[in-house]
Nanobody, 123 residues
């Protein structure tokens, strides 16, 4: 699976962005998908994950209630809707694919990664 993230940009605090991650390959619908982020000088951290069917989602406490992960298996795409953005959300955002039986928040458990898209939130 090859992943291509897009949709990042510069936004003011309180604003919104929607990230997309397009996947190539016919097996997209068999993968759980996750979003991670990495700020300068910090480790990559979990943001959200969604099961292969879209029926189960999982969020980091820091984004719960503000971000929504979704997927469209017909379009081989996973989304991250980000609302009420804060300056601390500034990071490079990555999408990733995983074939575990359950949703996981550990980067090392994911099999495939996209190239990342920059999100910058100004105060």
């Amino acid at each position: 699976v090859q992943l291509q993230a897009s949709g990042g940009g510069l936004v003011q605090a309180g604003g919104s962005l929607r990230l997309s991650c397009a996947a190539s390959g016919r097996s997209f619908s068999t993968y759980n998908m996750g979003w991670f982020r990495q700020a300068p000088g910090k480790e990559r951290e979990f943001v959200a994950a969604i099961s292969w069917s879209g029926g189960t989602t999982y969020y980091a406490d820091s984004v719960k209630g503000r971000f929504t992960i979704s997927r469209d298996n017909a379009k081989n795409t996973v989304y991250l809707q980000m609302n009420s953005l804060k300056p601390e959300d500034t990071a490079v955002y990555y999408c990733a694919a995983d074939r575990s039986m359950s949703l996981v928040a550990i980067p090392g458990r994911y099999d495939y990664w996209g190239q990342g898209t920059q999100v910058t939130v100004s105060s």
